[in-house]
């Protein structure tokens, strides 16, 4: 799990709670290492020498999958090397198959653009796990009137979670 920050953070949990996997959380700064440990991550690595490192924690084999939260070319580059490669048949051959995570979710369309079924009941099923307490949004609360500080902020990095700004 390659970023720990507004979505990060709640993914990482989603995959602890209803994954049977280890998870990995990488990110370059230390608040968001921080509280990837506090959300229960099984390892937290230092973004800036992330590949080495989920190689080192997998026995070499590498990741069965990656998701990145930062989204920038470099980020993309270290989530392909640090995927396991894997063998899948195509057609009637072998061949080498890049997993793309998200590939899926961009089918499925955003909550008020394209409101399906299934969508719905992942937020359902999101709001139950927030109720028993087995998903934690970490927010901050800002007066509407301090966007433009909020937003120099976000750009900076400096918002743990997500920044929630609220009017008069």
């Known amino acids: ?26 990110d370059t700064d230390e608040r968001r290492r921080r509280l990837a440990k506090e959300l229960h991550a099984d390892e937290v690595v230092d973004g800036t020498s992330a590949v080495d490192a989920v190689r080192d924690l997998t026995g070499g084999r590498g990741a069965d999958l990656v998701f990145d ?25 072998l061949r080498r198959h890049r997993l793309d995570p998200f590939r899926r979710l961009r089918r499925a369309g955003a909550l008020g653009r394209r409101e399906s079924r299934r969508t719905w009941v992942d937020l359902w099923e999101l ?31 400096e918002i743990t979670g997500r920044a929630v700004l609220v009017p008069g």
């Not at 980020?75 to 051959?93: F, I, N």
Request: charged share 25%.
């Open 1 to 26: 799990m390659i970023g720990v920050g507004g979505v990060g953070h709640i993914a990482l949990q989603l995959v602890r709670e209803l994954g049977s996997s280890r998870v990995i959380a990488i």
């Open 69 to 93: 939260f930062v989204g920038t070319d470099a980020t993309h580059a270290a989530s392909l090397e640090m995927l396991r490669a894997r063998r899948h048949v195509l057609g009637d051959r």
């Open 127 to 157: 709001l139950q796990l927030h109720a028993a307490g087995k998903v934690v949004l970490k927010t901050e609360t800002h007066p509407l009137d301090e966007i433009n500080d909020v937003l120099d902020a976000l750009r900076d990095g």
